[in-house]
């Protein structure tokens, strides 16, 4: 079996956590985050618009385009 680790950017920098390094309150904040399927949403990897989910990773504005990071 595995384990989740998921990508956290704050204040003190950025990295991947494993869920037992997080707070009681970030387990629930996101554990009503994955419950409520409307609460994610997908961003264009370019100017982070939300765009609709299943439609790729850009906004119809950035279609082919890659980002430059």
Partial sequence: MGYIKFFEMDNDGAGFKSLDEISFGDAVEIELALATP???????????TPIPSGTGNTCETHIGQEPNW
């Fill in 38 to 48: 409307n609460a994610i949403q997908v961003a264009c990897v370019i100017c982070f």
